[in-house]
Nanobody, 131 residues
Framework: VQLVESGGGLVQSGGSLLLSCEAS????????MGWFRQVAGKEREAVSS????????YYADSVKGRFIIDRDNKDSVVYLQLSSLNSEDTAVYYC?????????????????????????WGQGTQVTVTS
């Protein structure tokens, strides 16, 4: 199983970046995909997730209206478009995959951030926003 993030880098405040995560080694179209981020010394936080079909998307309040998640099940790629970046967005961004439960209803608006659901993780890509 591999999740390989790309697209991170150095960007000025107000700028944009497109992160990509290429998945392999598992059946991508049966997995919920998510993006998380982590600043050194702090807990990893959920940024966004997208359901298997792509019809439902969830965002942390801090990124709503600025970030967009999307997926391409044909090519097994999940994207995160970052816009209007500010210094608080500086972090390592991780792509993660969670198997769609056979029973129950997940993710939901109150449970999508549950890191324990995500079984596969990428190595991360650094995003640094300069003022």
């Amino acid at each position: 199983v591999q999740l390989v993030e790309s697209g991170g880098g150095l960007v000025q405040s107000g700028g944009s970046l497109l992160l990509s995560c290429e998945a392999s080694g598992f059946k991508f179209d049966t997995y919920v995909m998510g993006w998380f981020r982590q600043v050194a010394g702090k807990e990893r936080e959920a940024v966004s997730s997208i359901t298997v079909s792509g019809r439902r998307k969830y965002y942390a309040d801090s990124v709503k209206g600025r970030f967009i998640i999307d997926r391409d099940n044909k090519d097994s790629v999940v994207y995160l478009q970052l816009s209007s970046l500010n210094s608080e967005d500086t972090a390592v961004y991780y792509c993660a995959a969670a198997p769609q439960p056979q029973r129950g209803h997940w993710p939901t608006s109150s449970s999508w951030e549950d890191r324990t659901k995500f079984t596969f993780w990428g190595q991360g890509t650094q995003v640094t926003v300069t003022s």
